[in-house]
Nanobody
Framework: QVQLVESGGGLVQPGGSLRLSCAGS????????TGWYRQAPGKQRELVAT???????NYASSVKGRFTISRDNAKNTVYLQMNSLKPEDTAVYYC??????????????WGRGTQVTVSS
């Protein structure tokens, strides 16, 4: 069984920083393209950032220059460094990844999310 588990969320003041982690576990051969999404109360889930297996990145305009997505393939982990946080960044953050298992099957996996609250 393959799982993605997010961690690193919490309460932070405006202007502060957090680093989210998305760790894959189970029968994983490779984590392919990965994305961080977020969903604020009453709003649709939106894409925040993506990273390919080769390390190419893309960001939503609302976070460009403040957030950085990265990955450690040896640890099957993807990170989201969030700086200069704003109250409008408050949301549940989810990671999504295309995972290849040891038996070379592919799955589209979602984590359960981690809450980020930006408030003074």
């Amino acid at each position: 069984q393959v799982q993605l588990v997010e961690s690193g969320g919490g309460l932070v003041q405006p202007g502060g920083s957090l680093r989210l982690s998305c760790a894959g576990s189970g029968n994983i051969f490779k984590i392919n393209a990965t994305g961080w999404y977020r969903q604020a109360p009453g709003k649709q889930r939106e894409l925040v950032a993506t990273i390919t297996s080769g390390g190419s990145t893309n960001y939503a305009s609302s976070v460009k220059g403040r957030f950085t997505i990265s990955r450690d393939n040896a640890k099957n982990t993807v990170y989201l460094q969030m700086n200069s946080l704003k109250p409008e960044d408050t949301a549940v953050y989810y990671c999504n990844a295309r995972v290849t298992t040891m038996t070379f099957r592919e799955y589209d996996c979602w984590g359960r999310g981690t809450q980020v609250t930006v408030s003074s």
